[in-house]
Nanobody, 125 residues
Framework: QVQLVEFGGGSVQAGGSLRLSCAASGYSFNSYYMGMGWFRQAPGKEREGVAAISRDRSTSYADSVKGRFTISKDNAKNTLYLQMNSLKPEDTAMYYC?????????????????WGQGTQVTVSS
């Protein structure tokens, strides 16, 4: 079983920054072998893929966050990160970490088998 726990959400003013972390654990879990991603869901909206990082550390981003968000992972710590800069009110959402045992990680939620419980990000104008 794989457990994912997100940290780092909070409230910030527009233009500010937050760094989300996702600590992964579980039998035989090793983030080196995982494709991992960040997703978000705002009230009344569908879940959206925000950023993903594949096993070879190649990354992909939603157009809405390109140039502002950076995804990274520390395999030694089994931790996934999302650095969010220049935050906008439209970034307000519950943010979820997700993982799967695949080589390539994309922005489609159906690819992912394991999910965290989420951390709330609120950006005020």
């Amino acid at each position: 079983q794989v457990q994912l726990v997100e940290f780092g959400g909070g409230s910030v003013q527009a233009g500010g920054s937050l760094r989300l972390s996702c600590a992964a654990s579980g039998y035989s879990f090793n983030s080196y072998y995982m494709g991992m991603g960040w997703f978000r869901q705002a009230p009344g909206k569908e879940r959206e893929g925000v950023a993903a990082i594949s096993r070879d550390r190649s990354t992909s981003y939603a157009d809405s966050v390109k140039g502002r968000f950076t995804i990274s992972k520390d395999n030694a710590k089994n931790t996934l990160y999302l650095q969010m800069n220049s935050l906008k009110p439209e970034d307000t959402a519950m943010y979820y970490c997700a993982a799967h045992f695949g080589v390539v990680a994309g922005l489609e939620g159906d690819e992912y088998k394991y999910w965290g419980q989420g951390t709330q990000v609120t950006v005020s104008s």
